[in-house]
Nanobody, 125 residues
Framework: QVPLQESGPGLVRPSQTLSLTCMVS??????????WTWIRQFPEKGLEWVGA???????YLNPLLGSRISISRDTSKNQVTLQMTSTTLEDTATYYC?????????????????WGQGTQVTVSP
């Protein structure tokens, strides 16, 4: 098991850019077949897949979120970062970092094996 720890600002104002970090310990984020993802859970609602990055660096983004999101990594810090621009109140959610091993493209949150504890993000004026 690879421990994951998300971190973020907690509160952002509408239209600001949100930046979240997933710190990974116990294993390299570039280990073969690792597939990292960001998932969010809205208050009293279901889960939404945000985007993913393969160990190789390939990136997949939820088209519903358009160009507002980007995913990057810092291998020297062993962390994966999610950025979301032009935030709105509807982006208020708990954001999770998760991963699985595999070569296929996956966007179903139920398919991910290991999750962090999540970080709450509130978008409010």
């Amino acid at each position: 098991q690879v421990p994951l720890q998300e971190s973020g600002p907690g509160l952002v104002r509408p239209s600001q850019t949100l930046s979240l970090t997933c710190m990974v310990s116990g294993g390299s984020i570039t280990m073969d077949t690792l597939y990292w993802t960001w998932i969010r859970q809205f208050p009293e609602k279901g889960l939404e897949w945000v985007g993913a990055m393969r160990w190789s660096g390939s990136i997949y983004l939820n088209p519903l979120l358009g160009s507002r999101i980007s995913i990057s990594r810092d291998t020297s810090k062993n962390q994966v970062t999610l950025q979301m621009t032009s935030t709105t109140l509807e982006d208020t959610a708990t954001y999770y970092c998760a991963f699985r091993y595999g070569l296929e493209y996956v966007s179903d949150p139920a398919e991910f094996d290991d999750w962090g504890q999540g970080t709450q993000v509130t978008v409010s004026p």
